[in-house]
């Protein structure tokens, strides 16, 4: 890989058009928001999210935030209850993510939610932001833009410096004002705080008339909280075969229930695990899955499904 100069474009009528073509394309471009320089993506695109993870070499597939330009664009994504919508009101735009529950037919890629039934929204301030999440008219994917387990970026020159070389386009607009990520609120009864962030906690206290609860407080079952989909099914890794009663997730060419990737792709297979795990947890069989190979997005696809197949609690919860 060369380790060219990231692709700088202004921030101009002309930059962001370029920045939006790119990401309907299903290529990546970093963009600055008022918290930190995100690395976005067509959040309905799987293939453009999994170069998402493969660009910033993270080992396991979190959940991302997607941003959006404004709450109209939000609602067509996610269900608002009238705390929800209280706080989107009242902080949006700005550094304040939620998560909500996700309306059927979102659109989005199963691996931008891991999988979940919730999805996390963030509508941001920065007038760049805006004006690219205008100009893409659909949700964006977005993670700090950096490789996994470096400092976040607040300038264009950061993620240049940390990126070098990827296949990611810059929309410089100079550097972040809040430096910090955003403040992740999960609304309900009670209002959970899932991340101190931009926005002051006191500040969202303030307008519920009620404190935060921490993400761990009155949560009754053990891995309620874990934040990825676990298959009610048992999971069998590094199978060659399945036995006769097992369905089957391949992966390369072989025959199987569904296959990952006939081709053996790496950035297909992550595109499709979320959904095809959904799928096949519904045929009510236990579940074999084909060796993926531990490279790349290989890792993550495999972390994840270590994970699902780890035993499980009495709660039928995941022992993660
Ligand atoms: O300031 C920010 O929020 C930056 C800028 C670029 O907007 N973005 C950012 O995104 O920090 P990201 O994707 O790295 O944040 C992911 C975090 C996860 O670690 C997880 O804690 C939470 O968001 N998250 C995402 N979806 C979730 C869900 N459905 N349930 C619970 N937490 C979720
Ligand atoms: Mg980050």
Redesign the pocket.
Known sequence: MSETALRILPHTEEGVAEGAHLITNGDLVAFP?E????LGADARNGRAVAAIYDTKGRPSF????V?VADLSAAREIAEFSPQAHLLARLFWPG?L?L?LPLHEGHGLSSLV??G?A???L?V?VHPAAQALLHAVGGPV?????NLSGRISPTTAAHVNKGLRGKSVGVLDAGPCTVGL??T?V?PGHPPRL??A??TPVEEIERALSMPLASAGEGISAPGQLS?HYAPAQKVRLNAAAPTSDEVFLGFGPMDATLNLSTAGDLSEAAANLFDYLHRLDEADAPIAVAPIPDKGLGRAINDRLRRAAAPRSSSGAPGV
């Open positions: 928001t918290t930190v320089y995100g979190n959940p991302l935030i941003h550094p993510t998560v939610t891991a979940l919730t999805v996390a963030r941001p994917a977005a993670p700090s833009a990520e955003s992740i999960a899932l991340r962030g931009g934040s």
